[in-house]
């Protein structure tokens, strides 16, 4: 642990810095992976990086098994699930049926929430971000369902169809925020990852993304902080991110010094430090004055928390995390 003074939580910073107020430092967001996707790391990262955001949720999230499909288990060594395509035509569509979520989930999330309960004291689960709760919004669900390609052909093609497919998804969604709600004592945070905006024109926005998101979004608590992940490069529609009513915008391919300048009086900033280039395959003195550029650009004036620009590419070293984590406490001090 860097010697300096600590005069906030994790969850104080981190709630400070989403409601774009100045903190004691930059709070870092450490979004690790183990060997591969499906694994996590081996070692506590609460223990390793004590002052880092850490989410604390009970797992899961609605997912396409829902309607049936089924994970493509050819593609083993994917950095994602790949789901074998459920919608192959309009009558596909129209066969979908909304699905029995309390059943399915109901004594599931019950048993998970007892047993991360034990598992965590509570001081912990005060000192960081619990609970979490995730969701995919509906581009990035409905791509699972259909093909990315596709639904984005279908847009066009098949506006109606898509349209209800996106306000199906939607409803799942909401009854998957409503019933965490009801089996957690609290929501910190609500997750909503859809990268869908990365190809939406500025004319398809409203009607094929944001009505959606801010469904998804007002569903949560009104004191949960909504926390939008999307790594894509969404600089020609940069503005919708604070109509979301998002208070976090965990990023990547943006310019952070353009997404200060256009959104960062709007909402706080996440991100984005290249997970593939810089953490996995850059030196520990690269990540670092890396950082310390991002923090000259980004942290004035608060609104922003030192991350990578999406989920950390399985295999980066963690000397390169650590880097994150100690300049973030020594070159992050406000003032700036």
């Known amino acids: 642990m860097i010697g300096l003074r600590v005069r906030m939580t994790p969850w104080e910073r981190f709630e400070a810095s989403a409601y774009l107020e100045t903190v004691d430092f930059v709070q870092s967001y450490l979004p690790l992976r183990g060997e591969d996707y499906r ?3 081996k070692f506590n990262l609460i223990d390793r990086y004590p002052e880092a955001i850490h989410f604390i949720g009970i797992g899961g999230r609605p997912d396409p098994s829902l309607f049936g499909a089924e994970i493509d288990k050819r593609s083993r060594d994917a950095d994602s699930d790949w789901w074998k395509p459920l919608i192959e035509s309009d009558d596909d569509y129209d066969r979908l049926e909304y699905p029995d979520l309390r059943k399915e989930f109901l004594r ?4 998970r929430y007892i047993s991360n ?3 965590y004291k509570k001081e912990t689960l005060e000192k960081y ?11 990035d669900f409905a791509s699972r369902l259909r093909g990315y390609d596709k639904i984005l052909v279908d847009i066009y093609r098949r506006p109606n169809q898509v349209h209800k497919l996106f306000s199906l998804i939607t409803r799942v969604n909401i009854e998957w925020i409503n019933l965490c709600a009801e089996i957690l004592d609290r929501i910190r945070v609500l997750i909503l990852a859809d990268h869908g905006l990365t190809f939406l024109s500025p004319r398809l926005v409203e009607s ?3 009505q959606y998101w801010r469904r998804e979004m007002e569903a949560a608590p009104k004191e949960a902080l909504r926390f939008y992940h999307n790594e894509g490069d969404v ?11 998002a208070h976090v915008f965990h990023f990547g391919w943006v310019e952070a010094a353009e997404a200060k300048r256009r959104i ?3 909402i706080c900033l996440c991100g984005n430090l290249n997970t593939v280039e810089l953490l996995r395959s850059g030196t520990v003195k690269e990540v670092t004055e890396a950082c310390k550029r991002l923090i000259r650009v980004a942290a004035p004036n608060g609104g922003f928390i030192i991350s990578s ?4 590419a399985p295999k980066t070293p963690i000397a390169n995390v650590d880097a994150i984590y100690r300049t973030s406490m020594k070159y992050g001090r406000y003032p700036h």
């Open 39 to 41: 694994h996590g790391v």
């Open 108 to 111: 599931e999330l019950k048993e």
């Open 117 to 119: 309960r034990r598992r």
């Open 129 to 139: 971000a619990a609970w979490t709760v995730s969701i995919l919004g509906p581009m």
């Open 208 to 210: 094929f993304g944001l």
């Open 235 to 245: 600089t020609h529609v940069l503005e919708t991110i604070p109509k979301m009513n």
């Open 264 to 266: 960062g009086d709007s």
């Open 309 to 312: 620009g999406g989920g950390m």
